[in-house]
């Protein structure tokens, strides 16, 4: 019966997966089979809370998350959640002794959506560790099968792709996120006067940590390089559309790649790793 109720709660992981980001449902099947269960249960999970600070607007939100991080706790303490989405989370951090310390530096940044803030460097820095770079190391800690050395090895290259994902929502959603949420997560940046040259500098970082994060990609195991792969190569795909755009068109519309572009990208990763060229 556990067994049973294993998978049901993985297949639900999987379907939040799938409805919620195509892109990243196309990724995961570039991963061995193995580990795509395991990626949908972290990525049900983050989603699920990201839904309670992003969406649920005539809610107590506040109580909604406090509620939802006692749940956390409890299912990994106990090993068991009637919610699947969490049973299937508790399963992964049990199974591939994910910290717990990451879980709370992702919970924490989910908190600080909830009230108007500030960023300075400081408060950004934290915020992305938690919102971004600690899904990376949870996913790190699957993709290496509990090989702490490896993870240590591993860690300031996942931290950096997470960064530059984060940084390039934060470009891609500003409109979104100003408007409907009253968030600037850039420092010293003014949404109604940001100009090329803020772009510009928030881009400069960004190149730098994917350049970073592509060296620590040629090294993860091939049974998950491929689909880091993909994810990365959409990402570059989006810095490069955001980039050829001037500062007054990201704060119009949020940016997006093509269902035909993220075809392309895909085929040619499988090219590239095929041959030997990751």
Partial sequence: MDALYNKVCMQCSKLVTNEYSTSFSLGIRMFSKDLRLPICAIYGFVRFADEIVDTFHESDKKQLLKEFKTDTYKAIRQKLSLNPILHAFQKVVNDYQIPVELIEAFLESMEMDLEPVIYDDILLKKYIYGSAEVIGLMCLKVFVKNDDVQYEILK???????????????????????????????????????????????????????????????????????????????????????????ASSVIEKRIRVSDKRKLFVLTTSLVQNKFGLL
């Fill in 156 to 246: 300031p290259y996942a931290c950096a792709l997470g960064s530059a994902f984060q940084k390039i929502n934060f470009l891609r959603d500003m409109k979104s996120d100003f408007v409907e949420r009253g968030r600037v997560y850039f420092p010293d940046v003014d949404f109604e006067n940001f100009t090329n040259e803020d772009k510009i500098r928030i881009e400069e970082d960004i190149h730098n940590e994917f350049m970073m994060a592509y060296k620590g990609i040629k090294k993860l195991p091939s049974n998950s390089r491929l689909g880091v792969y993909c994810a990365y190569k959409y990402y570059l795909n989006l810095f490069y559309k955001i980039k050829s755009l001037p």
